[in-house]
């Protein structure tokens, strides 16, 4: 051991006037210097971080006994409850630990260097001298490629078992022919004198996979006389009673609303609208959108009523269902 | 015995070095920066919730009729998807509050992201270094997105089928290819056929998430290799020299007390608040919808969007260019991001700023960068707001034509004016304590005269 020499009796001084905090412990030969500087105990916050540890103790317990036991009721809500209040109990036992166990020290460090300028040099040495033997590397670079470009193709091909990429048909199917019976949704077939003013009535093709876009109808009746169906729908109509796509052009969901004054004419005419965007089609004159996003009017499918007054088609629709793609106005639908 | 662990490990694996970094590595202490540990936390609660889930779910769109202890859907034609999970939230064990802490988490991850990305934002945090920090986080929030969309989708009930049908109308909308990827996707046109929904749950339950988890290391690991930034809230913070608390002790118990906290909030959500009560929505069919639908809250600014576009489809000919959600439902999601992943080298370009930042700003150190976020958040959130124009209409009784006009209006507007008020508070804040300092060096000098 090292005797103490009069400078170190100054510091000592010093240190005593200037800091009255206790001394670092001398260290023995052998021990180590502390990595963590050593804090006061507080017995009451270890106390209470262990009252909070028992208490999610008892809470996750008490999450098995709900769980296991079949007559307590409201079991989700006691389940949440238990299990989430054991994770909160040891989450503050936690911070406890961490504001008032454990020794909070602010450290400085160095930020990483910015770069590496002699490891980039050395890199891209590695990679200049690599291909020393080459003679046509530009060709070799581009073999490279080619087989790469080629491989990555290959691997992707099967992609395209996926579905009919290229094939466009489906996009235009409907299930509607002419004569196709209108039917409701456990396949009874409506008849024109059902259709009630003021209320509207979803139809499927007879026959038909109702989810198919092309089969669902909307169908309202109107009065004969506020009906303004253009040139090209004329004589779509039974009697008053209109025919629609119930997918909506804009995004495909179904038309579920259906607005009806109930004081005309102060209030705006009747209107079919789809619920998603509130795009809003006019049921009188062949679906134009009157408001909101769509694109495109609603297709309105042709009927007529037969000798016994059931709804039939005259034909398909006047243009393809479903949202708006690049060749939805291309073809009629099929 | 952890002295025979620290040297089993160091002997096998040459590990201590790097150990005994990361037990040291610095964590500077401010709260914004828990921002993204919650969001991590959250993704950690969701795989966990995630895979308990999948041990029940049947990914099939085939019918079956309902005969289960559920009343009021008894003899309703449904798919074996929705049933599953109907199943689950009403006969399995615990199954209802694993499946509300799944989607809760969902929303909370999301949220977490979003706030991280703010406080990224407005304190400049992306800035050389960190750029490519930066776009991995932006790419992960793109893709939680996506995987919090198919994650309600494959429930199958009403409200996930109108979610799924607007996707699709969406995906047909983008010009000259869109029909076609969806033909891909749904195997012909909507509702598609029996595979697609073994395809939606591969991606939610595999490609996303090991996708994300990915890109979550990669991002961690990049923020660990050039370390934090850091406030420079004491004189000794420096460009070149970081002040914080080591991760161990000082860190540990704090994060892992974050961790069980979110996780905790997340099971009493799970169990106390009713989340997305899919038995009262019913099944979806393709010919149904309901009034007053609204999809989970970070997909409000699409909705909005595809609500805001006048109804027109850009059309050559007999050719449908564009049809309409495309802009709404593709255009304005991929311009928000685009901003986002080029902002850092326009920034860069404006302000010939190309050095290295460890310190953050605060957003008043930069106005314009503050002004210009401001104005941009203001613009998605305006956007948002208008997507719960139905619910305003219902609960407020207001026109939904007018408020459509309203907001068709405000959300050019009104981004300028917060913009414009955002700037000015910076500098006013700047002003504000170019003042404060000036009069303590007037006291100093006033008291060195004394």
């Known amino acids: 051991m090292k005797r103490a020499r009069p400078k170190d009796w100054l510091i000592a001084g010093a240190v005593l006037l200037l800091r009255r905090d206790r001394r670092p412990p001398r260290l023995k030969p052998g021990e180590r210097e502390p990595v963590v500087p050593a804090g006061e105990p507080r017995p009451r916050a270890e106390l209470l971080a262990l009252f909070l540890l028992g208490a999610g103790t008892l809470c996750a317990v008490a999450f098995i006994a709900v769980y296991a036991i079949d007559r307590i009721p409201r079991q989700t809500q006691f389940l949440g409850l238990s299990l989430g209040l054991s994770l909160l109990f040891v989450a503050a036992a936690l911070i406890v630990t961490a504001k008032r166990l454990v020794v909070t020290e602010e450290i400085e460090d160095e930020y990483p260097l910015d770069e590496h300028p002699d490891e980039q040099e050395t890199v891209l040495a590695a990679v200049e001298d690599s291909a020393s033997r080459l003679t046509r590397r530009r060709l070799f670079k581009l073999g490279l490629a080619g087989a790469g470009g080629a491989l990555f193709a290959a691997f992707v091909t099967p992609v395209a078992s996926l579905g009919p990429v290229l094939d466009m048909r489906r996009f235009y199917d409907t299930p509607w022919r002419r004569g196709k019976r209108l039917v409701d949704e456990h396949g009874r077939p409506y008849r024109a004198d059902q259709i009630e003013e003021k209320t509207f009535y979803t139809a499927f093709a007879e026959g038909s996979d109702k989810e198919q876009l092309g089969s669902s109808l909307v169908v309202v009746r109107l009065p004969k006389d506020d009906l303004r169906l253009p040139p090209e729908n004329s004589g779509f109509d039974a009697d008053g009673i209109v025919a629609y796509s119930k997918i909506c052009t804009h995004a495909g969901c179904a038309i579920a609303l259906y607005r009806v004054p109930l004081f005309p004419p102060a209030e705006p005419k009747p209107a079919l609208v789809c619920p998603c965007h509130y795009s809003t089609f006019d049921p009188s004159d062949g679906g134009s959108v009157t408001f909101g996003p769509a694109g495109r009017k609603l297709p309105m499918l042709p009927i007529y009523a037969d000798s016994r007054g059931q709804l039939r088609a005259r034909g398909n629709f006047d243009e393809p269902v479903g949202p708006s793609w690049w060749g939805v106005r291309m073809k009629r639908p099929t | ?450």
């Open chain 2, 1 to 450: 015995m952890i002295r025979r662990l620290v040297r089993f490990v160091d002997q096998r694996s040459g590990g201590a070095p790097l150990l005994r970094k990361t037990l040291r590595y610095l964590f500077p202490d401010h709260w914004s920066f828990l921002l993204g540990e919650v969001a991590l936390y959250a993704f950690v609660v969701l795989v966990a919730t995630g895979t308990y889930l999948a041990l029940f779910y049947d990914a099939s769109p085939s019918k079956v009729v309902y005969h289960g202890p559920y009343a009021p859907l008894q003899g309703q034609e449904m798919t074996h998807a929705y049933r599953s999970v109907l199943d689950l939230s009403t006969t399995v064990k615990a199954g209802l509050l694993i499946r509300q802490t799944h989607h809760w988490a969902a929303d909370v991850f999301l949220a977490a992201i979003v706030l991280h990305m703010l406080r990224i934002f407005f304190t400049g945090a992306y800035r050389k270094p960190r750029e490519l920090t930066y776009w991995i986080g932006l790419s992960i929030l793109g893709l939680a997105l996506l995987e919090g969309y198919l994650g309600y989708s494959l429930v199958d009930d009403l409200l996930s089928g109108m979610g799924l049908a607007i996707g699709y109308g969406v995906l047909v909308s983008v010009p000259f290819v869109g029909a076609n990827l969806a033909a891909l996707i749904w195997d012909g046109p909507f509702p598609g056929k029996h595979d697609f929904f073994s395809r939606m749950y591969i991606a939610h339950v595999f490609l996303l998430p090991a996708l994300i988890a990915v890109l979550l290391s990669v991002h961690l690991a990049l923020v660990a290799l050039k370390h934090h930034t850091q406030f420079r809230s004491q004189p000794r913070q420096t460009e070149r020299k970081i002040v914080g608390v080591p991760t161990f002790p000082g860190q540990t118990p704090r994060s892992l007390g974050l961790f069980l906290s979110v996780a905790g909030v997340l099971f009493l959500l799970g169990g106390l608040a009713q989340i997305n009560p899919i038995w009262l929505w019913g099944p979806y069919h393709t010919y149904v919808s309901t009034n007053g639908a609204q999809p989970d809250w970070y997909l409000g600014w699409l909705i909005g969007a595809l609500r805001l576009v006048p109804g027109w489809d850009f059309t050559i000919g007999h050719y449908t260019v564009v049809p309409n959600p495309f802009w709404g439902g593709a255009a304005f999601p991929l311009v928000c991001f685009g901003f986002a992943f080029s902002w850092p080298l326009l920034e860069r370009r404006f302000t010939g700023d190309y050095g290295y930042h460890n310190v953050l700003d605060r957003p008043r150190d930069a106005p314009g960068r503050t002004a210009i976020g401001v104005a941009v958040f203001t613009w998605i959130s305006l956007v948002f707001l208008a997507g719960a124009s139905d619910r305003a209409q219902v609960l407020l009784d207001l026109s939904y034509i007018g408020q459509i006009w309203f907001y068709r209006v405000i959300v050019w507007v009104g981004p300028i004016v917060a913009g414009l008020i955002a700037y000015r508070v910076c500098i006013e804040l700047q002003r504000g304590e170019q003042v404060e300092r000036e009069r303590k060096r007037a006291e100093a000098a006033a008291r060195g005269a004394a």
